[in-house]
């Protein structure tokens, strides 16, 4: 050290260095180095500084970070930052020329987490942010309608069902999220990586700063007994009276620091300044600081590993979040909402015109560049003779095998070599049922099949925004000839299992037009089997299938259609109208069919207090046996998934509900979809429950008055022949009239005692108030504008899907 305990300095340098100083910073400084180091200062003139003084003190280094700080934020608060400067310019004579910068270089360091104790929680955290939603994600109950729906009960496999069930595993994996899957167990397992560290990490708790434990006293004790016991440990343990003791490890620093602290302790619980600092902050030295570190280990920062450091962060933010922002940007550019390519959605819409048919609609959708993913390579022209020369085979019951026409043919004859041309024929032969006997080429043939069903919908959502009824019912039918693997004349028939083109050509006879499911299962049991069953068509035990098969299949039936505005006895121009559709499930072939519950066919508004309604809960308001209304609660039943042995994918079947101007052969209300019932269809032994299902739809009433005339559709996008088609009227009144309705619902009638009940009662024969006007039905008509018949119109209805002319 510059300066041994019993050194003297002079006095002129101490006064040059104070110079401009005033007398308080000074006396608090000095008091301070006295404070902290146990540093006794004589006064040796009458001067604030003069006159020599003999410095006692230990280890000055040792305390000088303490000092600086307790100066800077306490004692010098407010003072002039030049006077601080001055101060610490001073307290630098007391320290080693190698001391001083490591002294005051101290506060501008980075703390980082050396023992380990912090990083844990903070990477715990972090990673539990991301782990626990995507474990959530993971494992929260499945909202897919192909994994929830029941399923038709049956046993019946196709020629090529392990190849089917191949190719549908194949889906459900590519669904499983096994990306999510493996960054999931990636963070439980670092998740529990940190908990261990937690555990085994030893926690470093604070001290909580109690003078008496220090002084090793009483809180009882008066301030004399506290004097008297610290006069007797000053003694004891001033550093000139005591000496390390080498067996107990000890150093002259270590002695020191005993005595600071027993000094401390002893003036926060007598000097008055010092005693209110600990009182208010806890400390006698006031406010103490704090820092700030970072929750990283240490070895991030340790020589050797910078480079490594910012390799990791240049692969997280100069690679990995943009690769990720890019694939999500580029992604959403490159799909459209309906799950294509943008390439193959321009491509379908540069082959829409209004007059384009379904077989022109099959040739569209071979465009698609989702196929090239199938037919790579040498594939997409390898056996391609092979499946035009059976696709164009004589077919049992049609000029080609593979069903399509002779301007179909001539479509893919025009067509070039290449991955187009066999899809197309692929699609034809998948549509055909048409055997390759190859395995390869039944594969693709599958596959083509569930891709273009997929390319279809991209086709209805551009026909749909052209308007046009020829494409958009094309489109529907399309849908549902994919998924049942029928070609647009083939006979619906074949939807059953076991019945292939020959047996239908059987059970038709000479019919000019095919028979649908729900006519052949109407037929009597003896007239079907005498049909179905023979040499060279089907056994008993393929009937029973069949026919059982066909007893599932779920065919809605459409009761009551009609307009209503809620709340409201009329519609008026631009109000929000409700198409309310009444109907049943009422497979094929069922028999024993219980009556319609006129209550059911009612629509009730929810009472305007009934609050569940207001917020959009699940609840329903019905009419009771008694006729009153009820609340119940409103479900969400699935019906079985499509009986659709030939697609490569598992479908729940939907149906959509939208209404066109006959005339103008335009559509007016888009398509709404029902893919859940707020009824169950079958019970739990798979028997029809014939349960009222309702079907709204909301939408703007015209602008004028008027009544106008639409034809309804209610279509099955999985099975064909299970299509509605009616007309409904849609009443739209003035509103003066609406007004005028509500005036006079505001009269109230006349008292049985007033003047104006006597003049009714002569008049009518009844006393004021005795029997009710039954005012319910007729209101109920008078509200309500739709289908003239409810009953009859299903029998009337036109369930085909032929066109609408």
């Known amino acids: 050290m510059l300066f041994p305990a019993s050194s003297t300095w002079p006095a002129v340098s101490a006064a040059r260095c104070l110079s401009g100083l005033s007398l308080s910073p000074v006396l608090c ?21 003069g006159g020599d003084r003999i410095i006692q003190r230990p280890s000055l280094a040792v305390l000088a970070p303490t000092i600086i700080t307790h100066l800077q934020r306490t004692l010098f608060e407010g003072q002039p930052r030049q006077q601080f400067g001055h101060l610490l310019s001073v307290f630098a004579l007391f320290l080693e020329p190698a001391e001083l910068p490591k002294a005051v270089k ?24 991301v782990t626990f939603p995507l474990t959530y994600s993971l494992f929260r109950k499945s909202t897919d309608n192909d994994a929830l729906a029941p399923r038709i009960k049956s046993d019946f496999t196709t020629k090529h069902g392990d190849v089917v069930a191949s190719l549908r595993a194949a889906q459900k994996r590519k669904q499983r999220k096994i990306k999510r899957a493996i960054f999931v167990v990636l963070g439980w397992a670092l998740m529990a990586g940190m908990v261990y560290l937690i555990i085994v990490t030893q926690t470093i708790v604070p001290k909580i700063w109690n003078p008496y434990d220090i002084l090793g006293i009483s809180e009882s004790f008066t301030e004399k007994q506290i004097k008297s016991h610290y006069k007797r440990l000053s003694v004891k343990f001033h550093p000139d009276k005591v000496r390390p003791d080498p067996s107990k490890n000890e150093t002259l620093e270590m ?6 602290e027993l000094t401390k302790a002893y003036q926060a619980l007598t000097d008055e300044d010092v005693r209110n600092n600990y009182i208010q902050y806890g400390h006698p030295d006031g406010k103490q600081s704090f820092s700030i570190g970072i929750a990283l ?16 962060y240049t692969g997280l933010m100069g690679i990995l979040l943009p690769y ?41 959708l071979s465009t698609g560049k989702e196929f090239e993913a199938v037919l790579k390579g040498d594939q997409a022209e390898s056996g391609l003779s092979k499946v035009e020369s059976r696709i164009s085979a004589e077919g049992e019951s049609a000029p080609f095998a593979c069903g399509f026409s002779v301007k179909d043919k001539e479509k893919l004859e025009d067509l070039d070599s290449g991955v187009r041309r066999k899809v197309l024929a692929l699609l034809w032969a998948y549509l055909g049922r048409v055997e390759l006997d190859d395995p390869a080429l039944t594969k693709a043939k599958f596959e083509v099949g569930a891709i273009a069903r997929t390319l279809n919908q991209s086709f209805a959502a551009i026909a749909m925004a052209f308007g046009s009824i020829g494409p958009i019912a094309g489109s529907f039918k399309a849908n549902q000839h994919l998924i049942q693997a029928l070609s647009p004349k083939s006979s619906p028939l074949l939807q059953l299992p076991h019945i292939n083109d020959k047996v239908a050509a059987a059970i038709e006879g000479d019919s000019k037009s095919h028979l649908t499911v729900q006519q052949f299962m109407d037929l009597p049991d003896a007239e079907r089997r005498r049909l179905a069953i023979g040499k060279d068509l089907l056994s008993d035990d393929q009937y029973k299938e069949a026919i059982s098969v066909g007893k599932q299949l779920p065919y809605f039936r459409v009761a009551k259609a009609f307009f209503k505005v809620t709340g409201e006895k009329v519609i008026i121009p631009s109000s929000l109208v409700t198409l309310v559709i009444k109907g049943r499930f009422i497979p094929p072939g069922t028999e024993s069919v219980p009556a319609i519950d006129d209550l059911s066919l009612e629509d009730i508004d929810p009472a305007e207090d009934d609050l569940d309604a207001l917020m959009g809960r699940k609840k329903k308001t019905i009419k009771g046996p008694d006729g009153k209304p009820i609340t119940v609660e409103d479900s969400s039943v699935l019906p079985p998934l499509t009986f659709a042995p030939h697609y490569a994918r598992d479908h729940s079947p939907k149906w959509y509900a939208f209404l066109s101007d006959s005339k103008q052969d335009k559509m007016a209300v888009p398509p709404f979809t029902f893919d859940k019932f707020d009824q169950p269809l079958f019970d739990e032994e798979g028997k029809p429950t014939f349960n009222m299902q ?9 602008p004028q008055p008027g009544h106008y005339t639409f034809c309804m559709h209610v279509v099955c996008d999985s099975y064909v022949g299970f299509d509605t088609k009616m007309e409904v009227t849609l009443v739209v009144e ?31 024969g009844q006393p004021a108030g005795g029997a009710p006007k039954p005012r319910r039905n007729k209101d109920s008509s008078d509200e309500e504008s739709g289908t003239d018949e409810e009953e009859d119109d299903t029998s009337d209805t036109n369930t085909d899907t032929e066109d609408e002319s």
């Open 734 to 764: 003035d509103a003066s009239k609406a007004a005028q309705m509500e005036a006079e619902d505001d009269i109230s009638e006349p008292e049985e005692d007033s003047i104006a009940g006597q003049m009714r009662a002569l008049k009518t």
């Open 29 to 49: 400084f000095c008091r301070a180095i006295e404070t902290f180091g146990g540093v006794s200062f004589e006064h040796g003139g009458g001067t604030d500084c």
């Open 324 to 364: 990720m922002v890019g694939s999500w940007w580029y992604g959403t550019k490159r799909m459209s909402k309906e799950g294509v390519l943008m390439e193959s959605a321009n491509r379908l819409f540069r082959h829409y015109n209004e007059e384009i048919d379904e077989g022109g609609i099959i040739t569209a």
């Open 255 to 260: 002695l020191n620091d005993r005595y600071v």
């Open 297 to 312: 280990p240490q070895f991030i920062i340790a020589e050797g590993n910078g480079k490594y450091l910012i390799l990791l």
């Open 106 to 129: 101290m506060s501008s360091d980075y703390s980082y987490d050396e023992q380990g104790q912090f990083f844990p929680f903070f990477i715990l955290t972090v990673t539990g942010l």
């Open 694 to 702: 309702t079907l709204k739809a909301q939408f703007a009433a015209p």
